[in-house]
């Protein structure tokens, strides 16, 4: 309870693992009679995995057993993986995608919404057939036009926006490339409150 563990290795030694306590064990043990031991707790059947073994293939035994534990390249016991775990990481790899995306969004509904396809076209110096196609230099160019700022009646800075603008280009770019390391929280939570302040502008749009 102090260390918010929800199992526990049992081992005799790092390469002889006994078998897992967990709050369900102990439940089951508790039920069958109050003054059971330690011992009565353990559960034998758990799933270990080598350290190297691909993700995915490991996905259905987190799913039915909500953790496996991890052997090393020695064999010894290292750590544990949980469902939580995958979730989290997941969470750590998805969600700049997500507000990306978010932003895409926002943007083209607001462009949209304030202009019409020709005059995004002459802002943009190229063709645009729709405004999904736009991409986030785009925005910028369109953004960057006074005339067209002016139209949006927003009460921000406008250099600042685009300036903010360019940097969440460079951003994405470096996100897109699907780096293995996390994407840095400082990212996270700058893409969050852009995403914040188009929302608070777009019903003024």
Not at 37 to 43: C, L, S
Not at 158 to 177: G, P, S, T, V, Y
Request: charged share 30%; hydrophobic share 40%; glycine share 4%.
């Amino acid at each position: 309870m102090l260390n918010d563990f929800s199992q526990l290795a049992v081992l005799s030694g790092p390469h002889n693992l006994r078998g897992a306590v967990t709050w369900r064990s102990i439940a089951q043990a508790m039920h069958e009679r109050p003054d059971r031991r330690f011992t009565d707790a353990i559960d034998p059947h758990v799933e270990v995995v080598a350290y190297d073994r691909d993700l995915f293939e490991v996905l259905p035994v987190l799913q039915r057993r909500d953790f496996v534990f991890v052997r090393d390249q020695s064999r010894a016991v290292m750590g544990i993986v949980t469902t939580a775990d995958v979730v989290h990481r997941y969470g750590e790899m998805a969600t700049p995608y997500f507000q990306l995306g978010e932003m895409d969004q926002t943007l083209r509904w607001i462009l949209r919404r304030a202009f019409d396809v020709d005059t995004v076209q002459t802002l943009c110096k190229k063709v645009v057939t729709s405004f999904d196609k736009l991409t986030i230099g785009d925005y910028q160019r369109v953004l960057e036009n006074k005339a067209a700022w002016q139209r949006l009646g927003w009460r921000i800075d406008r250099a600042a926006f685009i300036a903010r603008l360019e940097e969440i280009r460079h951003l994405r770019n470096k996100i897109m490339h699907f780096h293995s390391d996390p994407v840095p929280q400082d990212t996270v939570d700058k893409l969050q409150r852009f995403n914040e302040l188009l929302h608070r502008y777009r019903g003024s749009a």
